[in-house]
């Protein structure tokens, strides 16, 4: 960059009041922003594993059939599993992602509706705490428990077909239409 260009960036971001902008250097980037658009990207990432793995099953067609569905989530769950075969705890909850989900998480129970949330979760069908695992099958019979809406406003947003869930104090990333634990955050919730 010319010394005419780091004058006009240094000038712009003066003007528009940006941290961090000094004469030659680059605004101050929000370092939470970059863990969680790289979080999207293993989401995005995941999404295509499914995809295929959709695409490489027969499709179902519309049935009330429990039997026939469950069939096809489980054939459609081996696909992923055996795309998947070498994932592991941390895949997309990543230490940078973990951290900001922590954070997250523990801000929810720090604000003035604290109390709420805790009246939620424990409303709620509570899944007792369970040894999870990547690529494992959500146990059957188990209920799901719906994640507080003040930890989803903060949360990155998921594409439909992957839901958080919480499974003790553990977080989840599930994906509902093959029933399997796609990655899982031990710990999220503090404890209570």
């Known amino acids: 960059m010319t010394l005419r260009g780091m004058v006009r960036t240094a000038m712009a971001g003066v003007l528009l009041g940006l941290p961090g902008c000094v004469l030659g250097q680059a605004p101050a980037v929000n370092q939470d922003s970059l863990v969680a658009v790289e979080f999207q990207h293993r989401v995005d990432d995941y999404m295509k594993v499914h995809a295929q793995a959709l695409a490489e099953i027969r499709p179902l067609k519309p049935t009330d059939a429990p039997e026939e569905i469950a069939e096809h989530r489980r054939r459609l769950a081996h696909k992923i599993r055996e795309a998947r075969r070498h994932a592991r705890p941390g895949d997309l909850f990543t230490p940078e992602v973990s951290g ?11 604000a003035p509706d604290a109390a709420q949330v805790r009246t939620s979760l424990r409303r709620a069908d509570p899944v007792p705490p369970m040894r999870l695992r990547v690529n494992a099958r959500y146990p059957r019979g188990l209920p799901l428990q719906s994640t507080p809406p003040s930890f989803l406003i903060d949360l990155p947003r998921l594409p439909p077909g992957l839901e958080y869930r919480i499974v003790g104090r553990d977080l989840i990333l599930l994906d509902v239409d093959a029933a399997l634990i796609v990655d899982y955050l031990p710990q999220a919730l503090p404890p209570p």
Do not use: C, M
Request: glycine content about 0%; aromatic content about 18%; overall charge positive.
């Open 100 to 110: 900001l989900f922590r954070r997250i998480i523990a801000t929810s129970f720090q």
